[in-house]
């Protein structure tokens, strides 16, 4: 069965950091790009892309709120991708999802052209 699950989510103060974690099972990540969203439920709002790493690592994809503070990396020994959030901020608060897209070419396009998802995992960042 494909899945990606998503870990490393919690509560933390502004300033902050921390470490998310998207491992895959049922398939492995050599041909497949990886990017991280997230939503703020209920603010009407769609999933914004936050990060992408294409399937040979060569691409790294930053939204503009997040460059400079987020690391996207892989570690295909452990079919997972991480995503390091330091200097947190009250507004990075939101569900983050990992999604898997085939090829090199997904990052920065929309997340309908991803293919798998995970269930997400809750970031809440006080002030």
């Known amino acids: 069965e494909v899945q990606l699950v998503e870990s490393g989510g919690g509560l933390v103060q502004a300033g902050g950091f921390l470490r998310l974690s998207c491992e895959a099972f049922?398939?492995?990540?050599?041909?497949?790009?990886i990017g991280w969203f997230r939503q703020v439920p209920g603010a009407g709002k769609e999933r914004e892309g936050v990060a992408c790493t294409s399937n040979s690592d060569t691409t790294r994809y930053y939204a503009d709120s997040v460059k400079g503070r987020f690391t996207i990396s892989s570690d295909n020994a452990k079919n997972t991708v991480y995503l390091q959030m330091n200097s947190l901020k009250p507004e990075d608060t939101a569900v983050y999802f990992c999604?898997?897209?085939?090829?090199?070419?997904?990052?920065?396009?929309?997340?309908?052209?991803?293919?798998?998802w995970g269930q997400g995992t809750q970031v809440t960042v006080s002030s």
């Open positions: 999604a898997a897209g085939p090829g090199a070419y997904i990052c920065g396009r929309p997340e309908d052209d991803y293919d798998y």
């Open positions: 049922g398939f492995t990540l050599d041909n497949w790009s």
